[in-house]
């Protein structure tokens, strides 16, 4: 991370507008550590890459404190290491990403002035110059124009008339809270102040819990995965062609099957993607795959 941070202040032109500064580090940031967008955020990979960096990162609730996120060194003199934490008490997955991606652009741009860096909640104006640097560092880094452009012709849909459907997408496919992502399409010009005001009203939790499950409450999603879970019972997930029985994980079982069914790959094939021999395969799922055992 020291050598990371380091290339990364050394590029940037000090001379230019702090915003300027967050958004030109996020597009190096990405380059350096392989995560540049192409079709989707990058909320899923974005946690294990920090901490392959050597970057600790915690995510716990703090029910009776203000404090949103905040980054800070721990360890021993000479081996610091810089801590990114976010709260999770009232947040969700989406707002989070923004939180760790807004206390990277600190750790990066201002650990090495102060001890620590803190971001309360309800304090989002980000007037302050390093505030501001680091906000538009988190909204460059998962929601450049690229990928809001991307989201928009795959699905449809146009900014001068966005509905409730299609900003739960645009939330889906950039992993970021909808104030970050119009927030980010404001900026790219892509939409006008008036539009941001009146689609940040929208109220999209029911079709984005349709779209991804880093939606859902912890209780919807365990009662999801009971669900999932009681598709295929424990004696029709176990291989038969390994020489230790294994439990294949019923998503998996899910893709291989539905692959067969839509004739992308063999009956042969999906036997062996599931480590079972043909016949075990149609015995098992022959109603779902729509043949006869």
């Known amino acids: 991370w020291k050598a990371l941070f380091e290339q990364i202040r050394t590029r940037i032109d000090k001379q230019t507008s702090p915003s300027e500064q967050g958004r030109f580090a996020a597009r190096l940031f990405a380059s350096m550590r392989n995560l540049t967008h192409g079709a989707r955020g990058i909320g899923r ?5 920090l901490r392959l960096t050597g ?13 949103e996120g905040c980054s800070f060194y721990v360890g021993n003199s000479g081996s610091e290491v810089p801590c990114l934490f976010a709260n999770t008490y009232g947040s969700d997955w989406f707002r ?3 939180v760790i991606a807004h206390e990277l652009g600190h750790a990066i741009f201002d650990l090495d002035s102060q001890t620590a860096s803190v971001d309360y909640r309800g304090e989002e104006e980000y ?6 640097r680091a906000q538009t560092f988190a909204q460059e ?5 690229e ?42 010009g892509l939409i006008t102040a008036d539009q941001m005001q009146k689609y940040r009203q929208f109220s999209i939790s029911d079709e984005l819990k349709q779209l991804t499950p880093h939606a859902l409450s912890t209780r919807e999603f365990l009662e999801q995965a009971i669900r999932e879970q009681s598709i295929w ?32 790959i063999s009956l042969g094939k999906a036997a062996e993607m599931l480590m079972m021999d043909p016949k075990t395969v149609l015995e ?8 006869t055992a």
């Open 45 to 49: 990979p974005f946690r294990d890459n």
């Open 55 to 67: 970057l600790l990162v915690i995510e716990t609730p703090a029910p009776k404190s203000k404090i």
């Open 96 to 98: 989070r990403n923004v």
């Open 127 to 132: 007037r302050e110059l390093q505030e501001r």
């Open 141 to 145: 880094l998962f929601a450049p124009v």
């Open 147 to 188: 990928v809001l452009r991307h989201v928009q012709n795959t699905s449809g849909f146009t900014w001068d008339d966005l509905r409730p459907r299609d900003l739960a997408l645009i939330v889906a496919h950039t992993d970021v809270s909808a104030t970050t992502a119009l927030s980010s399409a404001f900026q790219a």
């Open 233 to 264: 019972p424990a004696n029709k997930r176990t291989t038969n062609l390994t020489s230790r029985r294994l439990r294949l994980p019923v998503s998996y079982i899910n893709k291989v099957l539905s692959a067969a069914k839509t004739q992308e």
């Open 284 to 291: 098992r799922f022959s109603d779902y795959l729509g043949v």
